[in-house]
Each structure stands twice: as C-alpha cells, then as structure tokens.
C-alpha cells in the first residue's frame, strides 16, 4: 500500500538531535500499528534507515495475505472434501433405495401370491398325496399377511439427520438389506409351497385318473371276456345243433349207400368219423371256462366237417346223374344251410340265382339267402321221415333233387304278403326263378319260402 511521509509542519527551529539509542533486539512480531494496518509511521529522523523503515510494513501485509490466502484454500479444501464425502454417500444411499425397491416389489406381489397359494388350498382339500405340504403352505401364507403389511424402512437424504456419514450408511444398509431379503424370501418361499401343493394335487388328479383308467380297463376285460363268453357259447350251441344234424343224417348216409352197394372203405370212414363226432357230442367243458368252451366248439365243428365232407366222398361212389344223386363236381355253391351243410344248385341255376339276389339286395338292402337247395337222395329221405308224406315231395321226386329249387328262410321275410315275398315273386321270372301256383297262397300246398327254375 502507499505510504505518505510528509515534513513537519512545525515553524520553530528544528530539535536538537536525540541522543542515540542503544540497538533494540529483533521483534518477531509487527508493531500494534503496523499489525492494525496503520499508515500513519513517524517522520524519519537521524539514525534510522531509510530503506529498513520503508519495506516493514509490506512485509507485513504479504505475511497478512498468506495467511488470508491459506485459510481459503484450507476452506476450499473443506468444502471440497464435504461434497466428495456427500457425493459418495448418495451413490450409497441409491443402493440402498435399490434394495429397498426390490423388497417393496416382492411385497406388492404378495398379495397375488396369498390369492393364488389360498385358491391351491382350498381346491386341494382332501386331494393331495402329502398332507404336510397343504400344513406347510397353510404356515406361509399367515407369515406372508403378516410381512405384507410391514413398512419399509426409511431412507433419509445423504446429508440429513441418519445419513450424514459413512457409519450411519453401513447400519441403514444392513436394515433395508435385512427388510428387502425377508420380502423377497417370503415371496420365493410362498410360491415354491404353492407350486408344491399344485404339483402334489395334480399328482393326486393323475393317480386317481390312473386308478379309474386301470379300473375302467379291467371293466372293459372283464366285459370283453363276458362277451367273448357269450358268443363263444353261443358258437358252441350252433355248432353242436349242427353236428347233431350230421350225425343224424349220416345214418341216412349209410343206410341208403349200403341198399346201393357202395363202396366198402369210403362207407367205413364217414362211419368213423360219425363215431368220433358222437364222442365230440358227449364231450363237456366248464361253460365259464372261455378256453374250454371255445376248445369244444372247434372240437364238435371239426367232426361235423369231417362227416360232411365223408358223407359227399360215399354219395360220390353212387352217383348216376338221377335225382338225388348228382355229383358234387357238377354243382355250384350258393351259402350255407342251417345246419352249417353247404348249399349247391345246378350252375345255370346258380348263376341266375346270385343275378336275382343282387337286384333283390339292391332294392330291399338286404342279402337274398338261400336255406335249402340241392336235396340228395339220403336227405330226401330224412325230410320224408320228418315232415311225412303231404309236406314233402317222395324221395326221388323233388325238384329239389335236381338241384334246380331252393327254399328261402322264413325269417327273412318270406311270407305271403310280406315285401320280401311279394318282391321275389315278382321279380323272379325276370331271371327264371319263379314261385310255382302249387306253393302260392290257395295252391293247395301254400309254402312262400318254396321257388323253382325254370331257365
């Protein structure tokens, strides 16, 4: 700073000179002027220098803004530190917030959880291979209503009463760790307990759905074997009915071949096989038993095919071309009888018949069937013995016995009046089957089942 040094002011003569001082030790300190910022310094008089009094007073002002100067930079510093220290205490506190925000999203989500874990209660009920899981969830869900009304802890702002230093973050941390981990556990563990009593649920579901599909499997086995059962005996009873028929008419058989002479060997075995299907005849098995019932039906068919076919191979032997003793070679087939014989008729007649049943089948739906057709001489007899004379044509007699005429079940619909026989009779002569006026209603022999050929 500028300093004034002015002379005296005063008109008298100048003082004598001061005696001289002895030297005065060095002061540390600056004088109470100089200290004050006084600019007021005495005149210069003799002894002292002028350069030394001069430079005091800045010396005094440089060491007055040093210190000026490093007390800013000391509260420079301060402040400076202050905000580092208050910058890293809210990247802290985020943390903490973070927490907290996830406890509070794990207990705002409880409350779903309660709903979906108390509806797995209550559709569980009595349905759970593990009791102690619905125990389980049950203690879950209490503790789960209790934590969903917890308040979070409160964070205060870095800076503030709670959070201004370091220390008071590691405890407020640990708080909302502990708070945001226990929501968040009691989340985890509720929905694991409900998945638990979900899965044993529907482990029960399954269970019993497999314990019906078992049971409703043995129902349908044992429902399978039932009918099995029951078309296995009833297999049995028809196919016994048959070979009872074979074994009667094999008597006929060999009766009539023995009055012809036939041959010796070809008589003997029908008479062996007539023997083995009266054994088959005699034979039982358990009725209950599926096996044994189905072992005798197939025992008893097998006989009757074997006197069938034997008792063809003897009317072989004596087949001259007459009626009643055709030979099979020169027949066609047309179905099956009653009693499980094969049915044959002249070919012409044959071919003409399955034309006739095919317009039939188309017209009415249903198959044309024949019951009877070509009668050898020994089943003419048979039918003599059975129906007598009237009913029947004489042996040798028959139409029948040409392999040109057949009967047709009654069953089936052929009665006077019915579609079926008012259809074949009129339809008939359109492919030479014709119904003869002796079998028409007031012929004199009325049978409506009864048709001939006629070419």
Avoid at 37 to 62: C, E, N, T
Avoid at 217 to 240: C, I, R
Avoid at 333 to 346: A, D, S
């Amino acid at each position: 700073m500028p300093i004034n040094v002015e002379p005296s002011t005063s008109s008298g003569p100048s003082p004598a000179p001061a005696p001289a001082e002895a030297p005065k030790p060095a002061r540390s300190a600056p004088t109470p002027e100089v200290a004050s910022g006084r600019a007021d310094i005495p005149p210069l008089g003799p002894g002292r220098r002028p350069d030394g009094g001069s430079m005091r007073p800045l010396f005094v002002f440089l060491i007055a803004a040093a210190a000026a100067l490093t007390g800013s930079i000391v509260f420079a510093l301060v402040h400076t530190g202050n905000e580092r220290e208050l910058e890293q205490l809210n990247d802290a506190r985020a943390d903490v917030v973070q927490a907290v925000d996830e406890g509070r999203a794990a207990q705002d989500g409880l409350a779903a959880q309660i709903e979906a874990a108390e509806n797995a209660l209550a559709a569980s009920k009595g349905k759970v291979l593990d009791g102690a899981l619905r125990a389980e969830l049950a203690g879950h869900v209490a503790a789960a209503k209790e934590l969903g009304d917890t308040a979070p802890p409160s964070i205060p702002e870095a800076g503030a009463a709670g959070l201004e230093a370091p220390a008071d973050l590691d405890a407020l941390e640990a708080q909302a760790t502990e708070w945001s981990m226990t929501m968040q556990t009691a989340s985890t563990t509720l929905t694991a307990a409900t998945e638990d009593v979900q899965d044993s649920f529907r482990q029960w579901q399954q269970q019993r759905k497999d314990a019906q599909a078992g049971a409703d499997a043995a129902a349908d086995q044992e429902a399978d074997a039932a009918a099995q059962l029951t078309e296995a005996q009833s297999t049995l009873s028809s196919v016994t009915a048959q070979l009872k028929i074979s074994v009667r008419d094999s008597k006929y058989t060999l009766d009539w071949a023995a009055g012809l002479k036939a041959p010796t060997a070809e008589r003997k075995a029908l008479m062996t096989d007539r023997t083995e299907g009266e054994a088959a005849l005699a034979a039982r098995a358990d009725a209950n038993d599926l096996q044994a019932v189905q072992g005798l039906a197939e025992q008893r068919e097998a006989a009757r095919v074997a006197i069938e076919g034997a008792a063809w191979a003897v009317r072989a032997t004596v087949a001259d071309g007459s009626n009643g003793r055709l030979a099979q070679k020169d027949l066609c087939k047309v179905g099956v009888g009653p009693e499980g014989q094969n049915q044959y008729l002249r070919c012409d007649a044959a071919e003409d018949w399955k034309r006739l049943g095919a317009a039939f089948e188309a017209e009415l739906g249903k198959p044309l069937r024949v019951e009877y057709g070509y009668r050898p001489y020994d089943w003419q007899l048979q039918a003599m013995d059975e129906f007598g004379a009237g009913q029947v044509a004489a042996p040798g007699t028959s139409n029948h016995g040409w392999a040109a005429a057949v009967d047709v079940p009654v069953d089936d619909g052929f009665r006077f009046g019915q579609p079926e026989y008012e259809w074949l009779a009129a339809n008939g002569p359109k492919y030479g089957w014709e119904h003869p006026d002796w079998a028409r209603a007031g012929g004199g022999r009325e049978e409506p089942w009864h048709f001939e050929y006629t070419g």
